[in-house]
């Protein structure tokens, strides 16, 4: 039993635990679990001195595709956007180094002051009232959005408009259908790429409880978010998942009467490094604040009259009764958030407003350009840094071939959608420069 000294009981207590379940050692634990590996499958090498071993990760380091190389077109949902420098400088302070929302506010005011900004900067940019400390990421706050709107509206139907991002689409239902809460999926228009208003009232009826749309939504069209709201029944939850650089010269949802506002932050500050790390925001208006999943920080003042931060709603199982909580939020990537507030600190509005002009005016360039070589957009409906095109049959080839001359083009779009082979979504953000688009019509023409 000595291997086993990390378990902190006697051997007498071992023992009885052992015989209370039938079985005689701690090994015998583990007799089902197949022994597929071994020391001698693993081919582990002799150990090497710190030189050799760092030159063998360096070697192996330099095989990887790194985005400051190249020519990036890609984005559903994760973009290449420039991090002024002091962002990662401020966010490597020890003190702000990690994932969970502090609890111990006498030692935490520098993130908790961090995190009080960041909640109020998410609230004007989506125009509602009040935002949780965040989540995990879009697709997650997505799907707690839903579980809030059956909360509230206690109806257990939910619209989701097909056009959102896939993976925010099956994320939601990975939640929302162990209770026994059912999706209906509503179609997008042909045409225009925006929700079908049709096809939403057909779907519509006195159960459903919440209506997801995305803003822009997957394809990159903005969607008519007065006309939507204006379909949807009184008690009915509507509910937006957003671009937040968008939102910097778009209405934002909470003007048109949206009820929860999330979306995917990762833009804000944080590197797309295989797809993240990114986190999740989520607004909504004070009469819903306690129906709210995570955490909420708040600014108060102590005895002595002096500001100070602190937690003032936790709706986590771990802190109210389990039958009442919301959510169980624990690492919900609050230092991306914290990355947030010093990126949109650092930027400004100015500069927010700078860089999705920038982006919009470089995508509607790449658009006309590429009609011009005979590649037709697929929708009609308005875009701002994203759109659908025709790139062709073997267009998938031809992605895989361009990452060879330096370039991440347009996503091939039938890994998300069926009936969308050989269209290609392309995405610009103010990284974008003339010569990449020119690269990037060579290459694909």
């Not at 045409?191 to 822009?216: C, F, N, S």
């Not at 671009?243 to 995917?264: M, Q, R, S, T």
């Not at 708040?298 to 389990?322: A, F, S």
């Given at each position: ?52 071993v760092r030159s063998i990760v360096e ?181 937006v998942a957003a671009d937040p650089i ?160 330096g370039i991440l083009g347009p996503l ?34």
């Amino acid at each position: 039993m000595k291997k086993y000294t990390y378990i902190p009981h006697t051997e007498e207590d071992i023992k009885e635990m052992l015989a209370t379940i039938g079985v005689k050692s701690v090994d015998d634990l583990f007799v089902d679990v197949p022994k597929t590996i071994s020391p001698e499958s693993l081919k582990i090498p002799e150990s090497k001195d710190e030189l050799t071993v760092r030159s063998i990760v360096e070697g192996l380091a330099r095989k990887n595709r790194f985005l400051n190389e190249m020519r990036v077109f890609t984005g559903a949902g994760i973009y290449y956007r420039y991090i002024p420098s002091v962002v990662y400088h401020m966010a490597s302070k020890p003190n702000f180094v990690t994932a969970y929302t502090p609890y111990q506010a006498e030692v935490s005011q520098g993130t908790l002051q961090a995190l009080f900004e960041y909640q109020t900067m998410i609230s004007e940019l989506t125009g509602m009232e009040v935002t949780n400390a965040s989540m995990y990421d879009g697709a997650s706050a997505l799907a707690e959005a839903m579980l809030m709107a059956v909360r509230v509206s206690k109806k257990k139907k939910v619209l989701m408009a097909s056009n959102i991002h896939p993976e925010y689409v099956r994320t939601t239902k990975t939640y929302v259908t162990p209770q026994d809460i059912e999706v209906v999926m509503v179609d997008y228009d042909k045409e225009t790429g925006q929700i079908d208003l049709e096809d939403l009232k057909r779907k519509l009826d006195d159960t459903v409880g919440g209506v997801a749309v995305q803003y822009p939504n997957f394809f990159g069209v903005v969607e008519d978010l007065k006309a939507i709201k204006e379909i949807l029944p009184e008690k009915t939850m509507f509910v937006v998942a957003a671009d937040p650089i968008a939102l910097a010269i778009l209405e934002p949802p909470g003007k048109f009467g949206a009820d929860i506002v999330v979306g995917e932050g990762q833009a804000l500050g944080s590197f797309p490094s295989l797809g993240g790390p990114g986190f999740g925001f989520f607004s909504t208006n004070m009469k819903h604040v306690r129906m709210m999943p995570g955490r909420l920080i708040g600014q108060t003042k102590d005895v002595e009259g002096r500001t100070g931060y602190v937690m003032i709603l936790q709706t986590r199982e771990q802190h109210i009764r389990r039958s009442k909580a919301t959510s169980n939020i624990c690492s919900n990537h609050a230092h991306n958030a914290v990355m947030a507030a010093i990126y949109m600190s650092t930027m400004g509005k100015e500069g927010i407003v700078e860089i999705a002009r920038r982006s919009a005016n470089t995508a509607h360039y790449l658009a006309k350009a590429l009609e011009d070589k005979g590649f037709n957009l697929t929708f009609k409906g308005p875009f701002l840094f994203e759109f659908v095109f025709d790139a062709g049959d073997g267009y998938e080839k031809k992605w895989k071939e361009m990452v060879d001359k330096g370039i991440l083009g347009p996503l091939p779009m039938e890994r998300f959608f069926e009936d969308m082979k050989g269209k290609a979504l392309a995405a610009t953000t103010e990284m974008v420069k003339k010569e990449d688009i020119d690269a990037l019509l060579e290459a694909i023409a």
